[in-house]
């Protein structure tokens, strides 16, 4: 995976930069139209120039996440006034693709089809990483995390996911304590 920020910017027509993607990186329209949330057709329009390329935010961000570049290298997108928040544990995701060698795309076929989308949204952060221990394992199988690695990130997650839902993880220290203790014994053990 390559720093987006320091990609030269290509002045090529929206539509032709994605065909040129999905014929350098043999992917099919309709993986591709799944990995964007759109129809079939829809991808068929924006590359034929049958519609107008696409102005809408999240459309770009997604066609740009599983392409590696940012969205503002489409003329058409604009810079929305509210950025994404940093994601810590997200960084730590995108860093483990690139130690793999991974690029978005390749990392995204690692998923069953459905799961794709979903996936793209949450490298965008758009979407909270899982916190469904099961799902969040197949990620780190896939990035080839170690098992006390991939617990702490799961553990950083959760503990997220409580605090945004007003769990007080001070007042409740020794009972999070404790259950991640539980939890970590019956996930270390359960490979």
Do not use: C
Not at 151 to 156: C, N, T, V
Not at 172 to 182: A, I, Q, T, V
Request: hydrophobic share 35%; glycine share 4%; net charge neutral.
């Amino acid at each position: 995976m390559q720093d987006k920020k320091n990609k030269p910017k290509v002045n090529q027509k929206s539509s032709k930069k994605v065909s040129d993607f999905l014929e350098k990186n043999n992917i099919h329209k309709k993986d591709f139209a799944l990995m964007i949330g759109v129809t079939l057709s829809y991808v068929y329009n924006l590359i034929d120039e049958a519609i107008p390329f696409s102005t809408r935010g999240t459309t770009l961000e997604r066609i740009a996440t599983v392409m590696d570049i940012m969205p503002e290298e489409f003329d058409e997108y604009v810079i929305p006034s509210d950025p994404v928040p940093y994601n810590k544990n997200l960084e730590i995701i995108k860093e483990y693709m690139a130690k793999n060698k991974l690029s978005t795309v390749e990392f995204l076929k690692k998923f069953e089809k459905k799961k794709r989308l979903q996936m793209v949204d949450i490298l965008r952060g758009f979407e909270p990483l899982y916190i469904d221990f099961a799902e969040f394992k197949k990620v780190g199988e896939i990035l080839n995390m170690p098992q006390e690695e991939l617990f702490e990130l799961w553990k950083d997650v959760f503990s997220e996911y409580l605090q945004k839902g007003s769990f007080n993880i001070e007042n409740n220290k020794e009972l999070l304590d404790s259950m991640f203790s539980g939890a970590k014994k019956y996930i270390l053990s359960s490979k």
